[in-house]
């Protein structure tokens, strides 16, 4: 971020706010949790269902998010208690800007086990252990990292380091410089991969799997985990582009550059999911092998093509990268809380947050062998993590930015603010109001109900 906390400064620019917003909905959402969340959900019924939470419901909740920050001017925790205050409502708000904090600390644990996971296929790739290999022999590559504990704790442990040096020094502005070349990059070996899937077989299948309507597949679980990827793909209902929206200039306009946001964030999902479910098919894979998919297919193609070590090691080297600029965002609200509620130095806090998170992590990865038979309410603690932050905590933080925005502020101000017609101010007005509200209401009781 190119910010100076003290002076609460401003973005460089909104392309750079942009960037930074980009950097942090773009990442292993994307890239890792979108395929094989199809693929367990059964294909296109989660695509449909996820684009329309991304339209509905994630895009106004953005807009929202950054227009709370923007008013308030603070970290998560104290926008919302002044902003309620100024507009005469209860500071206990507040709370929400916590649930949001703690969604990004408990996320960010898990997150960095898939991080490690990504930076050790670096050099696995890159050593080219996976020429000439085929899929089962893949797939034991995998399941022998998984089984590993002291590999996963390795791996873990060094994302962690990044993203705690990164938020610690404060070098982000570094990061976005960085952000601007390497993100088209991903975007680029993205489509790479994709080219050669249309040369290789199994797009037909994989382009009707993605795009077909089935709608027969859809019900409330799938509704809820769709909602649960869209708030967390694009950041939402955490209190991180509450933050961001704090150092946003009344100049920039919040809807279209949600737009972009919400746009360049689906389309490298879908790229994702071109790029992977080809080689699932063409494979005899199955598409519902979960947080692995992305681990045991792509090797394969890496494996067989031309240049496939440099493309593939390229490949995660830039997802790493991806991971890392989500990653910070997700460290940084605890930290900056740490450091504004306690004596403690930005460094102290840094390291504190991170050997939480750390420690967590540790639990999480745990899950795949050692502690494999602890579960909790039927879940390792992996998933445990991953369902109460994306099927709970991020659709009712969220819920709660939108339901604020529609119903406690001043609605003249936000029309000024927001520099809307009438038209597409009554049409802001339904779906702030009542449209994105009741759809997270209505998926979270289907859901319960099933
Ligand atoms: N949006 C990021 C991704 O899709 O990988 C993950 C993430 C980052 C979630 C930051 C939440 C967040 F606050």
């Not at 950097?23 to 269902?49: C, D, H, Q, R, T």
């Amino acid at each position: 971020m190119a910010i100076n906390k003290q002076e609460h400064a401003q973005w460089s620019s909104s392309f750079g706010f942009v960037l930074a917003a980009v950097g942090s909905a773009v990442g292993l959402g994307n890239i890792w949790k979108f395929p094989y969340m199809v693929g367990e959900s059964g294909g296109s019924a989660f695509v449909i269902a996820y684009l329309f939470c991304l339209a509905l419901i994630g895009f106004p909740i953005l807009v929202a998010e950054w227009l709370i920050g923007r008013r308030g001017q603070k970290n998560p925790i104290n926008t919302y208690s002044d902003v309620a205050a100024s507009e005469g409502k209860s500071r206990s708000w507040s709370i929400v800007g916590a649930t949001g904090i703690l969604g990004g600390f408990l996320i960010l644990s898990f997150y960095s086990v898939i991080g490690g996971w990504a930076l050790n296929y670096i050099t696995k790739v890159g050593s080219g252990s996976f020429a000439g290999q085929d899929s089962d022999s893949v797939a034991a590559t995998f399941d022998a990292m998984l089984a590993s504990a002291g590999t996963l704790t390795i791996w873990h442990t060094v994302f962690m380091v990044i993203t705690a040096v990164i938020v610690g020094v404060g070098v982000t502005k570094g990061i976005e410089n960085a952000a601007k070349i390497l993100m088209p990059l991903l975007g680029v070996i993205l489509f790479v991969i994709v080219g050669y899937n249309v040369m290789n077989g199994g797009f037909g299948e994989a382009v009707n799997y993605l795009f077909a309507p089935d709608l027969s597949k859809l019900n409330g679980d799938v509704m809820l985990a769709a909602l649960g990827h869209a708030f967390f793909t694009l950041s939402i209902g955490m209190g991180i582009m509450v933050a961001y929206g704090s150092y946003l200039g009344r100049d920039v306009n919040l809807l279209s550059t949600a737009r972009t946001v919400v746009i360049l964030d689906t389309v490298i999902a879908l790229a994702a999911g071109l790029a992977i479910f080809p080689i699932i098919f063409s494979n005899g894979l199955d598409p519902a092998s979960g947080p692995g998919l992305i681990f045991v297919s792509l090797p394969i193609a890496f494996g067989s093509m031309g240049a496939g070590a440099i493309i593939g090691t390229l490949f995660f080297l830039l997802i790493t990268f991806a991971a890392v600029t989500s990653s910070i965002s997700l460290l940084e609200p605890t930290v900056e809380l740490l450091e504004e509620r306690t004596p403690m130095s930005r460094t102290v806090s840094t390291i504190v947050a991170s050997i939480a998170v750390w420690l967590l992590g540790i639990a999480a990865l745990l899950s795949f062998n050692l502690w494999s038979d602890f579960t909790i309410m039927g879940n390792g603690i992996f998933d445990a993590l991953d369902k109460v932050t994306s099927k709970f905590m991020l659709p009712l933080t969220g819920l709660a930015a939108i339901i604020f925005v529609g119903w406690q502020m001043d609605q003249r101000s936000i029309q000024q603010e927001l520099g809307l017609s009438n038209f597409t101010w009554q049409l802001w007005q339904i779906i702030a109001k009542f449209v994105a509200p009741i759809a997270v209401l209505i998926v979270f009781v289907t859901s319960l109900m099933n």
